[in-house]
DNA sequence: CAAGCGTGTGTATGCTTATGCAGCTGATCA
DNA sequence: TGATCAGCTGCATAAGCATACACACGCTTG
């Protein structure tokens, strides 16, 4: 009997690796694999793991990992994003420049979005700039510091 | 009877507000605004409208409009938006401006992003318009056009 | 008009997932 | 040691979702 750790490591590498839909699937899948259990506890595991059920392209159903950014609060991956990637935070007017790692600022971009931040109005996303516009200069000032904060 | 579009319009609007979890609850929150339907129906138009069912912070159910990345045609995705939400789409200069309901504007300003249009160099979103940066006069026309063609 | 087709819907039902409950196991503590 | 408790699991079943099928309606075409 493998522990419920290991279980769940192997439910996390068969759902990455294969395009299983049901968790019976995936009771099959892992009794190959040895690890013999049933739908329920699959079920409890899924949940545990943070794994979701989609639609993929043909209409059936996949289990996928949830992304990072999906479990997080928008605050903490936004203050990842910034930590790892983010080379520079600039406020301009009403407009604050983040700079970042080349092909990173769309990513950038969409976890500024989620922030929700009430002075922030939109930001547009190049290759390696997110441009974020606030309401005004003083709101800009403010969320540049915000996002230095957060680890920029 | 409401119509499809009407109805799905209206699912989006109650998913999007209130934290309904299952297809039931769906039902009668659509009752309740005077639209009779099944759960067959339900289940159709969630899958058609790319609603998802996740978990929400307190283990519980809750279902979420998909983000415009997820769709599979970002060009349907967009029309879908514009034919839905805009209420107004403008050329001036080398911008475009397109007036959505309120609070619609960022999920617009995504599918926007999303379309990876060759004249588009990025959007700016606030609560209900979008401001579609072009590279030249010439180019807000074309795309402003091409918007309205899609529903705008 | 009639036939044929596509779309949309409800009904009934099958499939899939979630969960209450009980049993087991191992840890802790008096 | 025995009592107690928490965590994990399976079983049985409830809850929830998807879909095959049949039918209705509107459109098109001959």
Redesign the pocket.
């Known amino acids: 009997m493998l522990s ?1 750790r290991q ?1 769940q490591h192997l439910i996390r590498d068969v759902v990455t690796a294969s395009r299983v ?4 699937g995936l009771v099959r899948a892992l009794r190959d694999l040895g690890c ?6 699959i ?2 595991d ?2 545990e793991l943070g794994v979701e ?1 989609k639609r993929d392209e043909k209409g059936g ?1 996949r289990y996928v990992l949830g992304t990072a950014e999906e479990r997080r609060d928008p605050e903490v991956a936004c203050s990842r994003m910034l930590e790892e990637f983010s080379t520079a935070v600039l406020a301009a007017r009403n407009i604050v420049l983040v700079k970042s790692e080349p092909g990173t600022a769309p990513g950038m971009g969409r976890v500024i979005d989620e922030l929700g931040h009430p002075d922030v109005l939109g930001c547009v996303a190049g290759d390696d700039t997110v441009l974020v516009v606030t309401t005004d200069d003083a709101a800009a000032r403010a969320v540049a510091d915000y996002f230095i904060g957060l680890g920029g």
Not at 21 to 24: A, D, E, I, L, N
Not at 36 to 41: G, I, K, N, P, S
């Open positions: 419920k279980r839909g049901t968790q019976s013999d259990v049933t739908q329920a506890t079920s409890r899924l949940r059920r159903f």
